[in-house]
């Protein structure tokens, strides 16, 4: 793929109309009556999100926290005619040899790229110079022109951080949907990826799950069991998507609901301000919002039966288990990954492990990039965006 269009300066700013309509809508929300259960039995709790709703209509304020965003350096760059959105931190400091090591991070569904920032930050701080891209369909990056794979989705991410940052070799992290990004890179571009990080780490296709081990039968059990009442929305989203689409595109309470319920049940607690505060999440929901993107980024979820299987991944990988998937035996990672050279499970958090336990998580890539003796790759003139001011 070719660079288009280079990197340009790009700054969030939703007409003010937008907001109007959005709180018209928040006022004219009419919820459903509970279902007789505990507290988040049966999906969202109403009274809590009514009590958000009204906050987003009377409290939020969506100019502060587009400020906020905006003192992130962010970029549009075109690749092959379609735009792609990312957020670009210079390594505050370099190695003591002068380098620094470039990497991308890969958020996942329901995230955008502001659940990546604050692992992006400590990894800035420590001589990283980080890429952060909405992925195609979300936020301000526009959809793929073809079906969304994780190997379509890789060769973007590839031509973005050597042709248009210039980067020679990088390393990569991401979860979610992501981690499938994340693995594809590693797989298919071995002579780029300095090294590979993963929090949620690779499940083996059909053809490399023979002969499982006791430990690997019972790990997949477990995952099973846990899911067994919670993956209708995938089905939903990768069957009907644009049906669902419809509701949440005009309903902002809508679209609340069903983020809200996966950022706090995938965060592994029964209460969502352990670790996101409700500014937090509104503004995650109204980036959906005004974008309209909650329809096409379930194009992940549609286009999955496009995916083929993944490679074997040979580039060394470092792997922090996620608290929601404790337990995930090593010798399954390694049906896909080929060249662990560092593993540890993370004692607390969730699913969202870069927004929920980002010191953790950068102490672990700090000490598997190190163990590797990396320093930064070279990087060419061309990686020069041009300057924000």
Known sequence: MDVTTPPEPFRIAIPETELVDLRSRLSRTKYPRQTPSEPWGAGVDIPYLSGLMTWWRE???WRAAEARLNEVPQFMVEIDGERIHYAHLRAERPATDGSVVPIILSHGWPYSFIEMLPLARLLSADGFDVVVPSLPGYGFSEPMHEPFTSSAVAVRWHTLMTKALGYDRYATYGEDVGAWINDRLGADYPDAVLGLFATHAAF????????????????????????????????????????????????PAGLAAWLLEKFREWSGTDDVAD???????????????????????????????????????????????????????????????????????????????????????????????????????PATESRQEPSTD
């Open 59 to 61: 409290g939020y304020d």
């Open 204 to 251: 083996p296709p059909d053809e490399r799950r023979e002969n499982l081990t006791e430990e690997e039968t019972a790990f997949i059990a477990w995952l099973d069991a846990k899911w067994k009442r919670a993956s209708s929305y995938g089905a939903q989203q990768s069957t009907r998507p644009d049906t669902l689409a419809v509701g949440l595109t005009d309903s």
């Open 275 to 377: 670790y996101w505060t409700r500014d937090e999440l509104l503004t995650t929901i109204s980036l959906y919002w005004f974008t309209q993107t909650i329809g096409t980024s379930f194009r992940a979820y549609f286009d999955g039966r496009e995916e083929t299987p993944m490679p074997l991944v040979r580039v060394p990988v470092g792997v922090s288990i996620q608290y929601g998937e404790r337990g995930f035996p090593r010798h399954y990672a390694e049906r896909t990954y080929t060249d662990i050279r560092f593993w540890n499970d993370l004692p607390t958090g969730g699913h969202f492990a870069a927004k929920q336990t980002p010191e953790l998580v950068a102490a672990d890539m700090r000490a598997f990039f190190s163990s590797l003796g990396l320093g930064a790759a």
